[in-house]
């Protein structure tokens, strides 16, 4: 059964762990991050961007697919499927669909109209029992042909924000999507510090999670970052391990390429990526 993510979340902040959000693609990413979820005893997030949502055939569809998996894996592990970087109307799609978590990011709106959509999606959320993530500063990097120029969040329109009553929140600490550039300054600690602060007991979410040091993320998460989202990492892994066995050129005789077999070096390379970051981020034998 789809959770809402608050509890995972209130016990990695507590714990000083960090959940990860791995964004699914199809149904191959689905199953490798829920197997590697339930090898590894973790929580995880499924994590859905829009435009996967209409690649995928829409939220109602992956709603189904994600049930319909947890059942056939016997998954036991908490799971949360949460869009990811929604707007307003998209968050209540996935409601009626049947996700269990939303974001909305309204960060490029003024604080206020920020403040005014966030308030009613903690109405909605809250009647349903349901995980709500709002959003201030923008993160930086393309992600789903939405450019964010990379902000450092107001730590004063991050207390107005929690004090919503939103479950978690993502704040742009320098931070951004996809590869971080040779000249990259790295995460802005002492803004978190501050938002940290003026927010208490808050579960901070760190949006832009591939290519950041290991280092970094452990001290994120000493201060108070309890999610951490992985998209580009696990695109790469997959990108490299399916390159090579189409290079290989193994099935280019007789049927051609078996889609089945085709898709499973990149299914195995995101099983590992997954792996990996569940070690970094703590969340191992934490379900
Ligand atoms: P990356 O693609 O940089 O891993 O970021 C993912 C993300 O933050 C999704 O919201």
Same mark, same amino acid.
């Given at each position: ?134 959003? #201030? ?67 901070? #979410? ?82």
């Amino acid at each position: 059964m789809l959770v809402s993510a608050k509890d995972m979340l209130n016990k990695a902040r507590e714990g000083k762990y960090a959940v990860g959000q791995f964004n699914i693609n199809n149904l191959e990413w689905t199953k490798a991050i829920l197997l590697t979820a339930q090898e590894n005893n973790s929580p995880v997030i499924l994590g859905v961007s829009e435009g996967a949502g209409k690649y995928m055939c829409g939220y109602k569809t992956i709603v189904g697919m994600v049930n319909g998996m947890i059942e056939e894996l016997n998954i036991t592990v908490p799971v949360a499927l949460h869009l990811d970087h929604g707007s307003y109307e998209a968050a209540l799609k996935c409601i009626e669909a049947g996700f269990s978590s939303v974001m909305f990011d309204g960060s490029h709106y003024s604080i206020e109209e920020n403040i005014e959509k966030t308030t009613e999606l903690v109405k909605i959320t809250n009647e349903k029992g349901l995980s709500l993530e709002a959003e #201030v500063g923008s993160i930086g990097g393309e992600e789903d042909g939405v450019v964010g120029a990379g902000e450092v969040a107001d730590a004063n329109e991050c207390k107005q924000i929690a004090d919503l009553g939103v479950t978690m929140l993502a704040a742009g600490i320098g931070n951004i999507h996809g590869k971080y550039p040779a000249n990259w300054k790295g995460l802005a600690f002492d803004a978190l510090e501050e938002i940290k602060a003026a927010t208490g007991n808050m579960p901070l #979410v760190l949006h832009g999670g591939t290519g950041i040091p290991a280092e970094m993320i452990q001290k994120a998460i000493s201060l108070g970052v309890a999610k951490i989202n992985v998209n580009t990492e696990c695109q790469l892994a997959f990108s490299e391990a399916t390159r090579k066995y189409i290079e290989a050129g193994k099935d280019l005789e007789g049927k051609g390429f078996d889609p089945r077999k085709v898709l499973a070096p990149g299914f195995e390379a995101i099983k590992a990526t997954v792996k990996e970051k569940m070690e970094l981020f703590g969340s191992i034998n934490k379900a």
